[in-house]
């Protein structure tokens, strides 16, 4: 082919793709779009995952496989809700996994975040940006004990990744104890704390040094410490969520995170709280740390920290572990971590959940949720093993996999998304927005039981 027809080519290429992106832009602007337009979207993006994305997603998910061929696709939410292409409503009670806990595009948030737009949307990386400093006070302020600095970055991960980077600068030790359901991400080093074996195994081996014992075992932990202390293998940190949230709502039994606390002083070794999922409210407390009186020496936020409207997250240390980062605050960084749409956005959420008592509101409808949910379940007890949660943080645990699969997809076809999906399913998982309102936890619990009665076991 000559030169100038390749060109040629090129050309008309990238001329279609600029029309293609025009109409995707046109339909973003659009308040309202058509039936018309919705069959396309639905068909761009069916298309789109099978030939661009991952043809695996169109497998694994429930909404898509429904009758065989019909497919659910978002494009809508606001409060406690989302709506498909279609204009059909479902209630959120998987939230983003915990994101959405001032609800989907709380006002205040939006508002923060488009002022914040309108005047400057990153940041020069060079000179101070206020909104980082300002956003570091707060949480100083509302974050347990004497836990003092943050760095802000764009996810849990990172947050998670930032903490263990920071445990062994502080500590000079690289050995880590992690638990057993744990998930703390999927970057190589948060992945070495997840607990996982399916999400390991391939990439093997992960960092060194570390060790997961059983979630809940206090012996089990009392012993690794003993044994890594004796090998000359000394613990940098202990890597904990207060509440396991992936692992299926896996609450810590009485006076754990207490004694994990005393063990990490005895050796010297610092206490990670993984709070991605459980903090900002969500327990019923601002922090599940909170719940259970221990302060960990680093905290790790993200999921609900932007307020789900920006993804942001944050690690927040005491000042005698943060000032490893002092003398060189490059040691770790991130280009987006802290920028000043996500901080607008954090800064307005705790603002939210502070005036409108989110974190109060979690305890009370989390505890009738979890109670109507029980009572919906009597007389199901082939069916269901364990109902149980702390705040807005709920699960159901099902005897087989393939009921919970069942509870979740059928609850789907009626408007309410819940956690679980076809490679994971034993529990699901109940995370509203904590400004979820008793109509709706009613319509959940009814809708529960119905299509629980229905399922065959
Ligand atoms: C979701 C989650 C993470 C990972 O957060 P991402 O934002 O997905 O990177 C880490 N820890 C916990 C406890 C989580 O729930």
Not at 439 to 447: I, L, P, Q, W
Request: proline share 4%.
């Amino acid at each position: 082919m000559s030169i100038d027809l390749k060109q040629e080519l090129k050309n008309k290429q990238y001329q279609n793709v600029s029309e293609y992106i025009n109409k995707v832009l046109s339909l973003i602007e659009k308040e309202e779009i058509n039936q018309e337009e919705a069959a396309w979207i639905t068909v761009e993006t069916v298309e789109g995952f099978r030939e661009n994305v991952n043809p695996g997603f169109l497998a694994y998910r429930k909404t898509v496989t429904k009758d065989g061929q019909f497919a659910s696709v978002e494009w809508s939410d606001n409060g406690s809700c989302f709506k498909d292409v279609n204009g059909k409503e479902y209630i959120d009670c998987l939230g983003g996994f915990g994101i959405y806990n001032v609800g989907h595009r709380n006002p205040k948030v939006v508002k923060a975040v488009t002022d914040q737009l309108k005047r400057q949307a990153l940041h020069s990386q060079d000179l101070l940006d206020p909104l980082r400093a300002m956003l570091a006070k707060i949480l100083g302020e509302i974050t347990p004990g004497d836990l003092k600095y943050a760095f802000f970055t764009n996810s849990g991960t990172e947050s998670v990744e930032a903490a263990l980077k920071l445990a062994k600068m502080y500590s000079e030790r690289t050995t880590f104890i992690s638990t057993t359901r744990a998930f703390h991400g999927k970057s190589l080093g948060a992945l070495s704390g997840t607990a996982k074996g399916m999400f390991r195994k391939p990439f093997l081996p992960l960092i060194p040094g570390f060790r997961h014992v059983p979630f809940g075992d206090i012996d089990m932990m009392k012993k690794t410490f003993e044994v890594c202390s004796s090998v000359g293998e000394d613990v940098a940190a202990v890597v904990l969520e207060p509440i396991q949230g992936e692992g299926g709502i896996i609450l810590p039994p009485e006076n754990y995170l207490k004694e994990v606390r005393e063990l990490c002083d005895q050796y010297g070794s610092l206490l990670i709280f993984d709070e991605v999922q459980t903090g900002m409210g969500r327990t019923g407390k601002m922090f599940a740390a909170e719940l259970y009186n221990v302060v960990p020496d680093i905290i790790c936020l993200a999921k609900a920290f932007g307020g789900g409207v920006m993804p942001a997250g944050a690690v927040v240390a005491t000042e005698n572990v943060f000032k490893s980062w002092f003398d060189n605050p490059f040691m770790h960084t991130t280009t987006f971590g802290g920028n000043p749409l996500a901080c607008a956005a954090a800064i307005a959420t705790i603002g939210v959940l502070l005036e409108e008592k989110l974190p109060d509101r979690a305890a009370e409808v989390g505890e009738y949720f979890l109670q109507e949910l029980k009572e919906a379940a009597k007389g199901q007890e082939d069916k269901v093993l364990e109902i149980r949660g702390q705040g807005l943080m709920i699960g159901i645990e099902f005897h087989e996999d393939e009921i919970g699969y069942e509870v979740s997809k059928g609850m789907f076809d009626h408007g309410i998304l819940v956690a679980g999906t076809l490679i994971n399913s034993k529990t699901i998982r109940i995370e509203p927005a904590l400004t979820i309102s008793y109509e709706e936890v009613d319509k959940v619990v009814s809708t529960f039981k119905q299509v629980l009665s229905q399922v065959k076991k």
